[in-house]
């Protein structure tokens, strides 16, 4: 297992080729934005729990969601109304973080993979103008969301959550929307869910993958805070 240095000059990672059949490619290292931009751009991701060191992944296949791919179902339009619910973009980044880091039912202890370092490193990177939340209201109550991180013309999704039906199935189709209007190639959603895959993602060699996210993060990055084009302060 490869040990990553923490000096902020060595931000190299090894080859994805190199990661365990299940995934795990190096250990150690931290959570410096400049650290993890470089992970993504190879494909590669944090995922640990606290009390462990930061671990580093690069699986295969890979889970991904081409935006021109999305499918609808009968019952998600019913949800996406107008009227029925409404959808931001960065209006509430670090709640929407907090929220995803609540109890889910693979912990049952109430734990949870974002840990306060995974937080502060995200808030960071929304900070750059890398990540980015989207927020879905009703009645001005929010009730769901995602965020993740985005180079180029990849979307790197890291964590949704809901407390209503289907609302942050609404979040996700509102963002395809919008970024395929933007012209962004590539949705990774880094391991398959039977709720991504309904929503038209698939799983690919992790080897096209990382053929694809090194086409797509080659475009210029949208900094800053996002709003949907029809959206108004």
């Known amino acids: 297992m490869v040990r990553l240095s923490r000096n ?5 990672f090894p080859a994805v080729e190199h990661a365990t059949p299940d995934g795990l490619l190096a250990i150690g290292g931290d959570l410096q934005p400049e650290r993890l931009l470089e992970a993504y751009r190879h494909g590669i991701f ?25 499918h609808i179902s009968r019952s998600l339009r019913r949800s996406l109304r107008p009227g029925h619910l409404s959808v931001t973009l960065d209006r ?14 693979q912990y049952p202890e109430g734990g949870t993979w974002i840990t306060p370092a995974m937080m502060e490193a995200y808030t960071a990177l929304h900070e750059t103008g890398y ?8 009645n001005e109550q929010l009730v769901g969301g995602l965020y993740g991180v985005a180079i180029g013309s990849a979307f790197f999704a890291e964590s949704m959550f ?7 199935k609404v979040a996700l189709v509102s963002l395809v929307s919008q970024l395929r209007t933007w012209n962004f190639r590539i949705i990774d959603c880094q391991q398959s869910s039977p709720h991504v895959l309904r929503l038209g ?8 993958y990382i053929e694809h996210v090194a086409a797509a993060v080659a475009f210029p990055a949208r900094l800053g805070r996002w709003k949907f084009d029809a959206e108004t302060d």
């Open 8 to 12: 902020p000059r060595d931000l190299s």
């Open 46 to 70: 944090p995922w640990y729990n606290e009390g462990q060191p930061i671990l580093w992944w690069s699986p295969d296949p890979r889970t991904v969601l081409f935006p021109e791919h999305l």
């Open 92 to 105: 509430c980044f670090e709640t929407i973080v907090r929220h995803c880091a609540g109890p889910r039912p």
């Open 131 to 138: 990540a980015h939340s989207v927020e879905t209201w009703q």
């Open 162 to 168: 809901t407390t209503v039906d289907d609302a942050s």
């Open 201 to 208: 993602a698939e799983e690919i060699p992790r080897h096209v």
